[in-house]
């Protein structure tokens, strides 16, 4: 214990260090592949997931349990670029500790993983180590794939060494000193790598362990969803009760019925990630891509699944919170009228499964109104799926409203027809605003400038 003390206070002192959120560097190489060969332009993310894998190729049963799995895994989100080839990586991910570029994982064999052993791609997904040895940041998400069996890491691989080869180096990642020494992870593992294999609980049904094994493991839902400490670790006891993520908050997936999903039927949950949206929610931010390159692609039997395991969690603690000013709802209405009701309709009822309905809306009441000032601030797309592929939008109003004026409709929203969540200030929407970049006005990605 005393070896462990030592090694705490040296974290505590460097403070952040040993939180990076982050990719490791995937030096690889090329192997031929045995799908198709395409122009490096022509490949889309949805169609190499879903692209068919022929009888005749070799070892295609574990090469197809490896697509869906890489799939389950949603690693096509953050393994391709705005522009980029799929998982050719680049993507840059904004943390807290500085932006993390993600990793090439296709087969080239300079710049992928196509030269790796099996055992190596084990490490990596299992311990967090690269293929030089070198520690991986814990943003990729090794502290829940380690969850996943050897032999869905070797299928993951195998698949990935078919993929198509993509020349292409990541930036370097931009990391303030001392924050960009790997070695420092050692001590956050020691701290705070504490999951293992996965272990099935016998007290529960077979559809509920298979839930709790994709959504603790692959899916790695916690990654977003359950709130971080200083260090970039998971606080202790608070799984899935919502966290903030790049400007955005995860929100709850627990019971809570105000904050969570609570008010959801297991079905209403296998639809949203079915579809990205049902009746009660559309997914937007973050969770649109996690739709559109996972859970859609799944099976009916894993999305409910993973509903099943999700609608047991218990519900985080509930928030008392008082009466809002009536200044700020009175003038928060008249905004929502002018500005809000041609789509949501003047009692907030909306269109189930077109525009979200805003009465008992768990987004709305999360305890940290950060996705809802971004959301009115920037806009949103709801994800898209093949079921679903219109990619409906919610229009920035950063343009047309003030910080004061987007602090009341919010407050507004927060509590009424049966919301009941705290007062939003306009010292919270400007910040927002700020990191946004929003504070000159310009168009954004929805309203239409693609620049």
């Known amino acids: 214990m005393s070896r462990f003390s030592h090694l705490r206070a040296l974290v505590l002192g460097v403070g952040a260090v040993l939180a990076i959120l982050g990719f490791a560097r995937l030096a ?33 049963a574990q090469l197809r349990r490896g697509q869906y799995l890489v799939v389950a895994g949603d690693c096509m989100s953050c393994h391709v670029r705005d522009g980029g080839e799929p998982l050719a990586g680049g993507l840059g991910l904004k943390t807290p500790f500085g932006v993390i570029y993600s990793a090439n994982i296709t087969s080239d064999r300079q710049t992928g993983i196509g030269s790796w052993t099996n055992d190596q791609f084990y490490h990596a997904m299992h311990d967090g180590i690269g293929v030089h040895g070198e520690n991986l940041y814990p943003a990729f998400p090794y502290p829940w794939f380690r969850r996943a069996s050897r032999d869905d890491d070797d299928a993951i691989f195998a698949y990935l060494k078919i993929t198509p080869a993509i020349n292409y180096t990541p930036p370097a990642n931009d990391l303030p000193f001392p924050l960009n020494f790997r070695s420092m992870v050692k001590g956050w593992n020691l701290l705070f790598l504490n999951s293992h294999d996965f272990q099935s609980d016998p007290s529960q049904s077979g559809e509920w362990n298979r839930g709790a094994y994709i959504v603790n493991g692959l899916g790695h839902c916690g990654g977003c969803h359950t709130p971080k400490n200083a260090l970039g670790a998971d606080r202790s006891n608070q799984d899935f009760y919502g966290a903030k993520l790049d400007n955005w908050v995860a929100p709850d997936l627990t019971r809570n019925d105000r904050t969570g999903l609570g008010g959801w039927s297991i079905d209403d949950v296998a639809e949203y990630l079915r579809n990205g949206r049902n009746a009660h929610a559309g997914a937007g931010g973050a969770m649109a891509e996690v739709v559109t390159y996972s859970t859609s692609l799944m099976s009916d039997e894993d999305r409910h699944a993973m509903a099943v395991y999700l609608k047991s969690q218990a519900a985080s603690p509930s928030i008392i919170h008082g009466q809002p000013d009536s200044g700020a709802m009175g003038r928060g209405a008249a905004i929502y009228s002018d500005g809000c009701a041609s789509c949501h309709l003047a009692d907030g009822v909306g269109q189930p499964r077109f525009l979200p309905p805003l009465g008992h809306n768990a987004m709305l009441q999360q305890a940290d109104p950060t996705g809802l000032e971004h959301l009115i601030l920037a806009g949103a797309r709801i994800g898209t799926s093949s079921s ?55 168009l954004t990605v929805n309203s239409g400038d693609q620049n």
């Open 388 to 442: 679903r592929p219109s990619p409906l939008t919610m229009p920035s109003f950063a343009w047309k409203l003030s910080d004061n004026e987007i602090a009341d409709v919010a407050t507004y929203l927060r509590n009424s027809w049966g919301n009941q969540a705290a007062a939003v200030s306009v010292a919270e929407v400007r910040d927002v605003r700020q990191r946004l970049g929003l504070e000159t006005l310009h």
């Open 28 to 60: 690889a190489s090329q192997i031929p592949t045995t799908l198709p060969a395409h122009t490096t332009w022509a490949l889309t993310a949805t169609g190499l997931l879903s692209q068919p894998i022929a009888d005749s190729t070799p070892n295609a």
